[in-house]
Antibody, heavy 120, light 110 residues
Framework: QVQLQESGPGLVEPSQTLSLSCTVA??????????WSWIRQPAGKGLEWIGR??????YYNSSLKSRVSISVDTSKNQFSLKLSSVTAADTAVYYC?????????????WGQGTLVTVSS | QSVLTQPPSVSAAPGQQVAISCSGS????????VSWYQQLPGTAPKLLIY???KRPSGIPDRFSGSKSGTSATLGITGLQTGDEADYYC???????????FGAGTKVTVL
């Protein structure tokens, strides 16, 4: 059974960089069989895909591309998100999930999510 | 503004059925598989339907998916109070080069 767990600071100051990690259990990120994604959800709002990585290739939502970086640490079986120059609009629950490829364009499973608040 | 359009809410009595629509375009739904996600209050989304109409292991057959042209539909029969949740459709958009979600539909069991 594959499980994902997000971790990182719950509070980030405006203009700083948000950094989160996702630890994967039950699957190997380095297998190359899947992409691994970050998705966020502001309170009371819908889902927004942030980006995905396979380790060797990484793609981002164009609306966030200038501020986002996703990387992989195969030794820890983790992938990480960095979002720079954050504002209050970046306050959201951040989820990591396994997925997607164009052939298998769905996300499963998801982590439980972690709330990140941008505030001074 | 989501590129996939869903009704904000639907409701029905226990035991009844509901249908949730997801309307898109040729750059997303018409040429890519659609998936559906259930988000119970305070929890992470869970995959409900993938590749338009397939159910992952453990998802009851009360949930079904279909697609025609630029629209997809999630059906729920035998509605239960435990089905009260937000439901999201999602797919790849080849014009945006991005995965896109609908804004979500809240299902209320009366």
């Amino acid at each position: 059974q594959v499980q994902l767990q997000e971790s990182g600071p719950g509070l980030v100051e405006p203009s700083q960089t948000l950094s989160l990690s996702c630890t994967v259990a039950g699957d190997s990120i380095s297998s190359g069989n899947y992409y691994w994604s970050w998705i966020r959800q502001p309170a009371g709002k819908g889902l927004e895909w942030i980006g995905r990585t396979s380790g060797s290739a990484t793609y981002y939502n164009s609306s966030l591309k200038s501020r986002v970086s996703i990387s992989v640490d195969t030794s820890k079986n983790q992938f990480s998100l960095k979002l720079s120059s954050v504002t209050a609009a970046d306050t959201a629950v951040y989820y990591c999930a396994r997925g997607f490829t164009l052939a298998r364009n769905w996300f499963d499973p998801w982590g439980q999510g972690t709330l990140v608040t941008v505030s001074s | 503004q989501s590129v996939l359009t869903q009704p904000p809410s639907v409701s029905a009595a226990p035991g009844q059925q509901v249908a949730i629509s997801c309307s898109g375009s040729s750059s997303n739904i018409e040429n890519n598989h659609v998936s559906w996600y259930q988000q119970l209050p305070g929890t992470a989304p869970k995959l409900l339907i993938y590749e338009d109409n397939k159910r992952p292991s453990g998802i009851p057959d009360r949930f079904s998916g279909s697609k025609s042209g630029t629209s997809a539909t999630l059906g729920i029969t035998g509605l239960q109070t435990g089905d009260e949740a937000d439901y999201y459709c999602g797919t790849w958009d080849s014009s945006l080069n991005s995965y896109v979600f609908g804004a979500g539909t809240k299902v209320t069991v009366l």
